[in-house]
């Protein structure tokens, strides 16, 4: 909840002091820049309220650096003294998320999803269904979920991410008049659907994206249909924020090393440029 409150009575001189602004919400922790000797810029996804900064003192401190995790569920309260002022932060834990650090593919897909989140987001732009989607993955995570599911759901959460951000493919109907029940296919270029009927055969099919079903359907997915999701949502991913360099550079932490796990982490392959 964000409202306006009186954090102190006046200046020295009389002059009435302007309300201190507050917020507060629970917040999941994305990334940390340092600042200063011992603080932190902290970048929060609010669960009402969106995309927050705020100001940690002693956040390198080894009780702060706990607190602050990647992924970690806290307690939120921002406060400044004007609009447009970095605020300060006071955090409380909620839920810890810090023993995904210990798990490579775990650690990886987290390190991705926070980047990813604070880069894509605008300040302050409330997203309650992400912050949810995100805080049940990462739940999801830390229950030991298997690769394959968190494949399929980290697609799925990208997914989720361009159509918040109004780049969200267009899952309802075939572009070319086909049946809405044979959907397969995802055009490159325009986001759209294509049925299995009206591109066999064509000499542009093979420029075509998978669409897996689940991301149709729901339901669980297979490794391939991950690994197509994936696929999917990284070609729009490049296409409209993270291009070149830092695309690779930040999903490359989703991967360990093997072109099986590379595949997995959704690298768009040279498709991204058709």
Same mark, same amino acid.
């Given at each position: ?44 996804? @609010? #669960?009402? =309220? +969106? &995309?927050? %900064? *705020?100001?940690?003192?002693? /956040?390198?401190?080894? $009780? ?71 805080? @049940? #993955?990462? =739940? +999801? &995570?830390? %229950? *030991?979920?298997?690769?394959? /599911?968190?494949?399929? $759901? ?71 249909? @991950?690994?197509? =999701?994936? &696929?999917?949502? *990284? ?40």
């Amino acid at each position: 909840m964000c409202g306006a409150i009186s954090g102190w009575t006046g200046w020295s001189d009389g002059t009435p002091s302007p309300p201190m602004l507050t917020f507060e919400d629970d917040a999941l922790v994305l990334t940390a820049l340092p600042h200063g000797e011992n603080g932190a810029v902290v970048r929060f996804l @609010a #669960l009402q =309220g +969106g &995309l927050r %900064a *705020g100001y940690v003192p002693g /956040a390198r401190s080894k $009780g702060k650096r706990a607190l602050l995790h990647p992924g970690n569920r806290v307690a939120l309260s921002l406060k400044s003294r004007a609009e447009g002022q970095l605020p300060s932060a006071t955090i409380e834990l909620v839920q810890s998320r810090a023993l995904l650090a210990f798990e490579p593919q775990p650690a990886a897909m987290l390190a991705w999803l926070a980047e990813l989140t604070a880069a894509a987001l605008a300040e302050a732009v409330p997203h309650p269904r992400l912050a949810q989607a995100l805080d @049940a #993955l990462l =739940g +999801g &995570l830390c %229950a *030991g979920m298997n690769h394959t /599911a968190a494949r399929a $759901g980290l697609a799925r959460y990208e997914l989720l991410l361009l159509e918040e951000e109004g780049f969200g493919l267009d899952l309802s109907a075939c572009a070319l008049g086909g049946p809405a029940s044979d959907l397969a296919f995802i055009s490159p270029r325009t986001g759209r659907a294509v049925s299995r009927c009206c591109a066999e055969g064509q000499p542009w099919a093979p420029q075509l994206l998978p669409l897996p079903a689940f991301l149709l359907h729901g339901g669980a997915a297979s490794a391939a249909e @991950a690994d197509a =999701g994936l &696929l999917l949502t *990284g070609h729009f991913l490049a296409r409209h924020w993270l291009q070149g360099a830092r695309l690779e550079g930040l999903r490359a932490r989703a991967s360990a090393g093997t072109s099986e796990e590379r595949l997995a982490a959704g690298a768009p392959d040279s498709r991204t440029q058709a």
